[in-house]
């Protein structure tokens, strides 16, 4: 029903915020990825997908085309709702979810809260063949140097970070900059963390 949401950022919070579009103020439920994306300048259009409940009509802006066709397909899966689905996209890049099915990884899945085994088989079996036909426009992560990558993970786990933040840290600042040596990427990654 509506498309996308383009107009002035009113405010801004880690699962949702309020688009101003000409007057009227859409509020938005978001996750963490698409938080993180967003900019902080007034100017902000989102991807979005109505869901219309018995009891709530709920708006999701994402910041991708790619995550917006992920959540469509999460929620198409029985016994996966929107807000299990936006705490799978919170969890991991859009890519990182895209390849977790693509190489059938149950472990990943039931590591995300409020999916068990039976539920990421589920996720597994439903999406594979629909994911592998489809170009969903979101960029598979990048073939970084896995040397780099883990050195730092190691490093940074071995200081008292958790592994996760950690892990996200250090593929945000390989993305922005490939030729980071392994001391660049931890001291980028103390600054973020």
């Not at 938005?28 to 219309?52: D, F, H, P, Q, W």
């Not at 036909?133 to 970070?161: P, Q, R, W």
Request: proline content about 2%; hydrophobic content about 40%; charged content about 25%.
């Amino acid at each position: 029903m509506i498309a996308h949401i383009q107009g002035r950022l009113v405010e801004k919070n880690p699962t949702y915020v309020v688009i101003d579009c000409n007057g009227v103020g859409y509020r938005l439920m978001i996750s963490l990825n698409t938080y993180g994306k967003i900019g902080e300048e007034e100017a902000c259009k989102l991807y979005t997908e109505l869901v219309v409940r018995e009891d709530a009509q709920i708006l999701y802006g994402f910041i991708e085309e790619g995550e917006r066709r992920l959540f469509q397909l999460l929620i198409s899966v029985s016994g996966v709702g929107p807000a299990t689905a936006m705490v799978v996209l919170s969890s991991a890049e859009a890519s990182e979810i895209q390849e977790a099915i693509l190489s059938e990884n149950v472990a990943w899945f039931k590591g995300v809260k409020g999916i068990g085994p039976k539920s990421a088989q589920r996720i597994i079996i439903d999406l594979k063949d629909k994911i592998s036909k489809e170009n969903l426009n979101v960029k598979i992560s990048l073939n970084l140097d896995n040397t780099v990558k883990e050195e730092a993970l190691s490093a940074l786990v071995n200081l008292g970070f958790n592994k996760k933040v950690a892990e996200k840290a250090i593929e945000r600042i390989l993305r922005e900059n490939q030729d980071y040596g392994i001391e660049e990427v931890i001291k980028h990654a103390l600054k973020g963390l």
